[in-house]
């Protein structure tokens, strides 16, 4: 049994207990407790965590190579002779280490010899979610490596083992620790300030790892899917139970913010290690996916990770292209997934129970109403194009205007359209139609655009007046080619209908909402932003939780933002919801 102590205690405690309670986290090493002490107090696990591994970093190199040597050999004779520390014992065990056949445990000494012989210390690697088979192969991998990259790649593993570690024996409110962890995420950018991680891209693998590792720490079982969905495993009383899966996408969009997806991936993970360090098991089996793709960045085609799920992966897509001529088969090749093995992520609607997923509202409605948690009704539907007009090219200096066939000016015409159909600067019963991207390919200030490319997107919570809004969009896209001179085509990138949240799941949502918060009627209300909920539901009901977004409700803006304390109040409801949830 793992003695744990809180964050709180951690920061209250004297300097004495600090360090022994933290005794364990670097192998013999509580030098690396003691650096920190004056650092208290920690507003985070994670913050702990960084402070610890920074002051490894610090350290001078021969402090570093004791600590390197501080830990056992894997399977090694202090194993054998049962001399490991209580944490080393449990983490070789995990990996299957204490159980190998007379052949592996042979090959795992002549490793060790031949490890110990050429870097002169022993062989350091996180073996939580390895099993036998892989530890001999990063073993074998590593055994190439020169002795600089080796120890740096050491001392990357202590950390990992050190925050695996920390999980184990440290709780901390999951309000403060989710926004922790996502500025954590938020690291990993394609861009250097701001946050732009798109499907496959190094940010998004780094991303994938990190979730994976929390995963781990939380104690699930996690793979990798082959279209890059981070799925983490709960098993609960019984493993034949069917499955609860809730989840959203850690891909965002350009300059976005750190909350929009990534809140459903964290909040859950957190959850499910409070579940853990409490000893309480569910009734059914619950998985986490943290899915790759959904906002349509790289590839113009949303809903990659979900869709696969539910078996609606188009396989044209692997040829589609990004801006920079790679396709998509490519880059899942590069990134060392199987794009062959995509169609067997489908999920068989027979084990669901279903679908819930956490976001943050991306719109104003709770924060104007002084509420922190909302239920969603129904996720409104989206008609989704890319356009591209050709008209002709020409000199700015001596074509008359009468006689241009200027491609941007149809595009501004077919805008301010749009804008006029979808009601305008008043609102519409939810209908609102936007063209996101615009461009005139090669322009120049002395040149008449002869191309113009664009998106359209068109949404409602009702199809039919949605439907009704495209079809006058689409007349008035042909009138303005007529009327110009200029060709217009149109491609249709998504038709998601309206849809809308199961009954069952809503009444569970508000019950746990008005047990955690008090409040006996919780507000109820649909979403405009499209979510991973909506794929989902071609398989499994579907339920969704809102939390207030701040500053004005802005999201799709890196000035989205969220606070600890409605993070925390989510994480107790969906805690609530989980231990409270029942099959209809
Ligand atoms: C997803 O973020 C959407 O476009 O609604
Ligand atoms: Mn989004
Ligand atoms: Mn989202």
Known sequence: MIRMISLAQLNAASADEFVAALAGIFEHSPWVAEAVLPLRPFASRLQLHEAMCAAVDAADIDAQLKLIRAHPELAGRAAVRRELTAESTREQRGAGLDACTPGEFAML????????HKFGFPFVLAVRGHNRGSVIAAFMQR???????????????????????????????????????????????????????????PAHRQTAALIRDWMLAAGLAVEIDAVGNVVGRLYGERSDA????????????????????????????????DLRQRGLQLPY??????????????????????????????????????????????????????????????????????????????GPVLLDEGQALGVVTSIAG????????????????????????????AAAELILYVERRCGGLSQISGLVGTVGRLEVPGGAINVIPGRCNFSLDIRAADDALRDAAVADVLAEIEAIAERRGVEIV????????????????????????????????????PSGAGHD?????????????????GNGGISHNPAETMTAEDADVAARVFTDFLLNYSVR
């Not at 000494?109 to 110990?116: C, E, G, K, R, V």
């Not at 890319?386 to 205007?401: D, E, K, R, W």
Request: glycine share 8%; net charge negative; charged share 20%.
């Open 109 to 116: 000494q002549t490793l060790n010899d031949a490890y110990n």
């Open 143 to 201: 055994l190439d490596h020169d002795l600089d990259t080796e120890r740096k790649m050491a001392l990357q593993q202590i950390d990992r083992i050190a925050g695996f570690r920390l999980h184990d024996c440290v709780s901390s409110p999951a309000g403060s620790e989710s926004l922790a962890l996502l500025d954590r995420l938020a690291q990993y950018s394609e861009q250097p300030d701001g946050l732009s991680c798109s499907y496959l891209s």
């Open 242 to 273: 069917r499955t609860l899966i809730t989840g959203s996408h850690y891909d965002t969009v350009v300059d976005g913010g750190k909350y929009d997806g990534r809140l459903g991936i964290v909040l859950p993970i957190l959850c499910a290690l």
């Open 285 to 362: 089996n619950l998985e986490i996916i943290a899915f790759a793709e959904e906002e349509g960045v790289r590839y113009k085609s949303t809903f990659l990770g979900s869709g696969a799920v539910v078996g609606q992966f188009d396989p044209r897509l692997l040829d589609a292209v990004d801006a920079d001529g790679i396709s998509m088969r490519a880059a899942l090749l590069d990134a060392g997934f199987d794009p062959a093995a995509i169609p067997a992520i489908a999920r068989d609607p027979a084990d669901l129970l279903g679908y819930v997923e956490i976001h943050i509202e991306q």
């Open 382 to 409: 989206s008609h989704r194009y890319t356009g591209s007009i050709s008209g002709l090219a020409g000199h700015s200096g001596t074509v008359p205007m009468h006689l241009r066939r200027d491609a941007a000016v």
């Open 490 to 525: 149109l491609t249709q990138v998504l038709s998601a209908a309206c849809t809308p949240c199961a009954p069952g799941l809503q009444a569970q949502w508000a019950a746990s909402i008005s047990r955690v918060t008090g409040n006996p009627i919780p507000r109820h209300l």
């Open 533 to 549: 909920a909506m794929k989902m539901a071609a398989i499994t009901d579907i339920g969704m939780l809102f939390v207030r977004c």
